[in-house]
């Protein structure tokens, strides 16, 4: 056994849990990854200070910056409010990435088909086809976890990879631009199937509003009917939502399959806005970030917009260190794994409080057992 | 299919089934100590990119295996101090950690990204690589693979025939009682945790260094969540891991045997295989709740503390 000259702090559990640090810990979570930063910068030969207006200023300090913040977020808002009623009922779906790519990959194969023609509807319907490609996606693991047992978390992470290889052969295959020298991507769309720009000068599309739309209906919802409130009740105690007499199994397929139909709306709006084709590179990772995002956000809308926010501006902040400072891409993704592991921690401060006590001195199995903490 | 064909498609599959082995041996000792760590993409990850760093830097295969498995020790550390330390959800935890794993990994891979690096040579055994058709397979790989099944079996034993090994199941099975026996359970449950780490680091470390050595963003490709499927798979017993194993293995090699087979298809409909291949599995496992009730360890993935 190794004494330390000082004594850790020990957890106690508090009587109840604390709203105060509920709310606190996201904050304490980004001035941890903040202060991280900083070391990250000075360990890359940086000026700290320099890295991280670089990262999180210098992005966003013109108003095009700001609309690309705007476009950036839209996608992990859909996702992260989809995933908050799937989280709020523990629902461990994982899978809103392969939702986006499939919203994405039958969002362009209808965009494809009908872009020929005038008006408004080919646009509905490249969006309409890809929140279904998404919403029948995500029932997928709703059959499977409902009628044979199958542990979502698995299942969903499985089927983000076969998204992932049906986009890869359709910009390989059928979805191919015949005129584009064979590079693994579609026709550019036509004017009728582009999502129309919001803000003049701007590449700041109407698929940000629809974000703000769906957040908004789920927030409604969660808060305000008694879906909201059975989704919360199966989600704290499964058991209690049974003897209630809820339908846990509707419960399911609801949480699952709105949430598939937003990440699939997601996929549509970024092919039909911001990128304009099918590519390869539909995503870099919004489902995934989208999971960092609703946990951040408490599972709640307000929350879920800030921290649809922030999650953007790391992917900007990752670019521009990339572009400024020669720093690689992939310091935002550092960045947004270090969040949440922050968060993690900074959580049990909702159920825990942090004492400083003396150990005891007696009693050497009990104390053997502490020590294992 | 003639002979040649066979063999080559056996001897592929024993070696795209040797990182799964490993990562599911290492998982399979921690869930028999009731943690789930999901983290395990993230833990291979760290694996591949220091095992190939610190190959490619000191000309040593064997260091390179090394800091390969301590880079997994100290992720795994990472999910202990949360999970086990803070208490923390272990689902949660776990998908943080294969989050930051692969941010991570990326970031300090990135200027080592399609550097070419000299992997290990498979070692011929005399005389039993010469069997038809399962010699090259098995008695013609290199050291990592041999070592896997050496794992193997020592686990196995480990839980077979050792007092240790029953001190893991027990605290697995119910940490509470363990604990009133005087069990060290979050001691235990540390240990187990920083085996599976070493383990899935080492995992990590086949790909970057033996599978196909180069490193490259993201190149477990699933490969960690496979593994945790090949634990429910292998019902938590030893001796089913190398079996699923394997059967994981050739459902990812099936291009190889689609194209000795000439059958023309897209690589990237049959890069689907082995994951549809594990939903499939999963499913059918799983429809018969009671078995994996039976099976699973009792307080899996439940976070115990003796103070309350």
Redesign the interface.
Known sequence: MITLPFSLPQLERRQQDSNLFRYLSPVLAIALTLLSGALIFLWQGQDPVEGLYTFFILPINDSYGLAELCIKAAPMLLCATGLALCFRANIWNIGAEGQLLMGALFGSWAALQVMDNEGTWPLAVALFSGSVAGLLWAGIPAVLRNHFNTNEILTTIMLNYVALNLLLWAVHGPLKDPDGFNFPESALFEASVTLPVILEGTRLHIGALFALLAVSVVWVLLSRTFIGFQLKVIGMDASAGRFAGYKEKALVYFALLTCGTLAGLAGASEVTGPIGQLVPSVSPGYGYAAIIVAFLGRLHPVGIVLASLLMALVYMGGEMGQINLGLPLALGSLFQGMLLFYLLMSDVLISYRLVWKKRPQTNTQHSAVQEGV | MDIELITNILFAMVRSGTPLLLVALGEVVCEKSGVLN?GQEGMMLMGAVTGFIVALTTGSLALGVLAAMLAGVLMSA?FGM?A??????Q???G???T??????S??IG??FVGKPLVGFAPIAIPVLSDIPVIGPALFQQDILVYLSLVLLVLVWLFFRVTRAGLIVKAIGENPWSA?TL?L?????R?LAVAFGGALAGMGGAYLSLAYTPLWA?GMT??RG??A??LV?FASWRIGRILLGAWLFGLASILHLVFQGMGVDM?S??L??LP??A??VV??IL??K?SR?RLMAPMSLGKPF????
């Open positions: 999901l990472l949360i086990l330390g803070l208490r923390a959800n689902v949660a935890t998908l943080a950690l989050i930051f794993g692969a941010g991570l990326a970031f990135a200027d604990v005087g060290p359970v979050l001691r235990v540390w963003e490709a699933g969540w496979i945790l499927s429910v897209s990237n409909l890069a689907t994951y549809l594990t939903i999963l499913v799983s429809s709740q994996i503390h003796p103070a309350g």
